[in-house]
C-alpha cells in the first residue's frame, strides 16, 4: 500500500520578496526557488528538512489562465490579488498510480497524472509528478499529490549537498502542523483519514473539540472548529527563544512558533 506523508503546502502571495524578508528578518531562511515555464507560475521556498513551505505567485497571467488540469493553478488565478491565502497541503507518496487508483474508486474528481518542472534559482531542471484532486469537502479543498524522481532518503542528501535545506540563523526549527478551520472537525478528519491513509484521533490534546491526523514521523493536520473551511495556520516547533511565542502572518496565513 502507498504510504502519504506531508511534503510541503502552498500559500498564494503577490510578491515573493515579502515572505523572503519578514523570515530573514526573523532568523530563517527563505529564497527564490524558481519558475513553473509550462504553468505561469513561480515560487519561494524555506525548507525545514523535507517539508517545505512553497509561496506561490502568478509570474505570467495569461499562462497560467490557459493551464488546463493543475487547480493549484486555476485557485492562484482566481484568488490572487486579492487573497494571499494558504492554498493547500501537499502529500508525497512513491506510487503515484496507486494513490491515483485509490482516490477514483472514492469518486474523487483527479486531474491526469502531470509531469512537473522548473528551473531553480541556479538554472537546473527540478522534475516530479503530481496529480492534483478537484472539488472539496464540505468546502475543505483536497491536498495534492505528489511523486519525486528520488527516495526521501537521497532527495534529502540532494537538498543538503545543494544548500537548499540548511540549518536556519535563529536556530532548530521544525514543521509540526498544519491548521484547519472547519464546520465539523471529526467529519472532515475522518473522510480524509480514509482517503489518505493517515491514522487519526481526537479530539485532539490541546485543541478543544478538534481531531488530528498522524501527516509524518512527527507531524499533524489538524480539524479545528470554525466556518472558514480554510488551510489557517502552520505550526513550527522550535528551540529559539528568538522565535518560541512568535507568530508571523503573511496574508491571511499564520506560521505560529511553538
Known amino acids: 500500500m502507498a504510504v502519504l506523508k506531508w511534503d ?4 498564494y502571495v503577490n510578491d515573493l520578496d515579502q515572505p523572503v524578508k519578514l523570515f530573514a528578518e526573523h532568523g530563517l531562511t527563505a529564497f527564490r526557488g524558481g519558475s513553473h515555464k509550462d504553468w505561469g507560475t513561480y515560487n519561494a521556498l524555506s525548507y525545514f528538512g523535507l517539508t517545505y513551505l ?13 493551464t488546463k488540469h493543475n487547480v493549484v493553478v486555476r485557485d492562484a488565478v482566481t484568488v490572487l490579488p486579492e487573497h494571499e491565502v494558504l492554498s493547500r497541503v501537499v502529500l508525497r507518496t512513491d506510487d503515484i498510480v496507486a494513490v491515483e487508483g485509490k482516490l477514483k474508486a472514492a469518486g474523487l474528481a483527479l ?11 541556479q ?7 503530481m496529480m492534483t484532486i478537484d472539488g472539496d469537502f464540505q468546502g475543505l479543498v483536497y491536498p495534492f499529490i505528489i511523486q519525486w524522481s528520488q527516495a526521501d532518503e537521497e532527495r534529502l542528501d540532494s ?7 540548511q540549518p536556519h ?5 521544525d514543521m509540526a502542523g498544519a491548521v484547519f478551520r472547519v464546520s465539523e472537525p471529526a467529519a472532515a478528519a475522518n473522510h480524509w483519514s480514509e482517503l ?13 473539540g478538534s ?19 480554510q488551510f489557517s495556520r502552520v505550526i513550527l516547533r522550535t528551540d529559539s527563544p528568538q522565535l518560541k511565542g512568535q507568530t508571523l502572518t503573511v496574508g491571511e496565513g499564520e506560521y505560529v512558533f511553538e
Not at 512553497?54 to 490557459?66: C, M, V, Y
Not at 491526523?213 to 507531524?219: E, F, P, R, V
Open 111 to 121: 486531474s491526469p497524472i502531470i509531469d512537473g518542472r522548473r528551473l531553480d534559482n
Open 169 to 173: 540563523p535563529a536556530g532548530k526549527v
Open 8 to 11: 510541503h503546502l502552498v500559500h
Open 211 to 229: 481531531y488530528s491526523l498522524k501527516a509524518g514521523d512527527q507531524q499533524t493536520f489538524n480539524f479545528v472548529q470554525g466556518t472558514e473551511n
Open 196 to 208: 489518505f491513509g493517515l491514522p487519526v484521533s481526537g479530539p485532539a490534546d490541546g485543541l478543544d
Open 54 to 66: 512553497e509561496f506561490l505567485g502568478i509570474e505570467n497571467l495569461e499562462l497560467a489562465r490557459r
Open 123 to 129: 538554472g537546473r531542471i527540478i522534475e516530479w509528478r
Open 159 to 165: 537538498l543538503n549537498a545543494a544548500g537548499i535545506n
